[in-house]
């Protein structure tokens, strides 16, 4: 499985962007999806998760009522809204692929990042 990232950008507190992870492969529906950050000094981080059919979603507290992640296993993509942005938000985020059928997912497939800036 392939990813590509993108929907990344700057934007104000408060504000929101929808990040789209496009997956090639004829096989994406069979894998759970996740979306991770990482800002500058930090280690990568968990942000939200959901499960192969779509069914169940699971979040970091921090993004919990804020994002939501979801997918269309036709278009072969997952996304994240992003509401009521933060400066806290800032950072490189990346979407990942996981073969699991239920938590905890171990992701096997990783793409290449797209960056967030929240700005105060």
């Known amino acids: 499985v392939q990813l590509q990232a993108s929907g990344g950008g700057l934007v104000q507190a408060g504000g929101s962007l929808r990040l789209s992870c496009a997956a090639s492969g004829r096989t994406f529906s069979s894998y759970a999806m996740g979306w991770f950050r990482q800002a500058p000094g930090k280690e990568r981080e968990f942000v939200a998760a959901?499960?192969?059919?779509?069914?169940?979603?699971y979040y970091a507290d921090s993004v919990k009522g804020r994002f939501t992640i979801s997918r269309d296993n036709a278009k072969n993509t997952v996304y994240l809204q992003m509401n009521s942005l933060k400066p806290e938000d800032t950072a490189v985020y990346y979407c990942a692929a996981s073969p699991g059928y239920s938590p905890p997912y171990e992701y096997d497939y990783w793409g290449q990042g797209t960056q967030v800036t929240v700005s105060s």
């Open positions: 959901i499960s192969w059919s779509g069914g169940s979603t």
